[in-house]
């Protein structure tokens, strides 16, 4: 069965999703394989701990990743369309960290059929990465 994402009347300011995902070495290993992103930061535990990070970290946009699941999962769900997403880099995800991702509807542009989200990821109480979607809904 196909799931149905929510429409643009059935969304409400407020409304939010959630996902959670604990970051593997194996995720960050195909994540660099998908990526073509090989750098030393993410791979390499003597080279990253010479960093500012201080050991390693996972690649930015594989976090990124997780909040166009809960886009194009959950909220507004499938059949959504990411039109556009602003980003702020917080703090370093390191493997095994445990990111739980947030999106909530800020505005709703009925006339247009596009939805703002916030977009929020965190590890712990810590945020990591900040930012807002548009998305254009069914």
């Not at 643009?8 to 290993?29: C, H, P, W, Y």
């Not at 390499?44 to 960093?51: F, I, K, L, Q, R």
């Not at 509807?105 to 930012?131: C, H, M, N, P, Y």
């Amino acid at each position: 069965m196909t799931r149905q994402g929510y429409s643009i009347e059935s969304l409400k300011i407020g409304q939010t999703a959630r996902m959670v995902k604990t970051v593997s070495d194996a995720d960050i290993t195909h994540f660099a394989e998908v990526s073509g992103d090989h750098n030393p930061v993410h791979l390499d535990e003597s080279y990253a701990a010479t960093t500012a990070f201080k050991g390693r970290i996972a690649h930015g946009m594989l976090s990124v990743s997780f909040i166009s699941a809960v886009l194009g999962n959950e909220l507004p769900g499938p059949g959504s369309i990411y039109l556009g997403q602003t980003l702020k880099f917080k703090a370093p995800v390191r493997p095994n960290d445990t990111v739980t991702t947030v999106v909530t509807v800020k505005e709703i542009i009925a006339d247009k059929r596009r939805v703002i989200l916030t977009t929020q990821s965190f590890v712990g109480e810590t945020l990591v990465i900040d930012g807002e979607a548009t998305i254009m809904v069914p």
